[in-house]
């Protein structure tokens, strides 16, 4: 298990290649979610996702976002938003909803731990990769509208899903800070 663990890595925007997942990929995805530890089961989460039908819908609304809610929006930026469609195979909003039942660090801890979970998944499909932005125009109103989120819901970003050619798995990472207490 530790091999999967140090394995699992992000792949990002430019590694994608326009191949498309299946949606029983998807769903597996999901399902590793709720897998999660949560305190008294409160899964504190939900996810809305748009398929590849969608991506074009999904570019639209972050582009219009963004141009709105900044006067002078960079080109560049734009661009990489509208390959949206041509690069990627789905992309997953993650939302938090809190219980109001345990603390809520908890509940950011039992969402991260979800993302991770659908990380540990697809880092075991040889030709698919992702990677959690918090970019992206996350909880601006434009998209919390767009994603009919209610007040108390917190946008926490969106975990883009790609065809990658080449699966990176190498990477360094230090010693843990640890201090034993006998």
Known sequence: MLKIIQERRSHFLKEFNG????DSLIHNLLNAAVWAPSHKLTLPFRFVVYGPE???LFSTQIVQSYSERNPDPKQEKI????SFPDKLSHVIA????PSQ??????????????VQNMYLSISQEENFGAYWTTGNEIDSPQMRENLKLSPDEIHCGYFFIGGIDLKRTQAVRPEPKVEWLY
């Not at 191949?19 to 299946?22: E, H, M, N, T």
């Not at 661009?79 to 509208?82: A, I």
């Not at 039942?101 to 991260?112: D, F, N, Q, T």
């Open 54 to 56: 969608n991506l074009e």
């Open 101 to 114: 039942k345990v603390p809520l660090w908890e509940e950011y801890a039992c969402l991260g731990a979800a």
């Open 79 to 82: 661009q990489k938003m509208q």
């Open 19 to 22: 191949q498309k997942a299946s």
């Open 94 to 97: 993650i939302v938090l909803q």
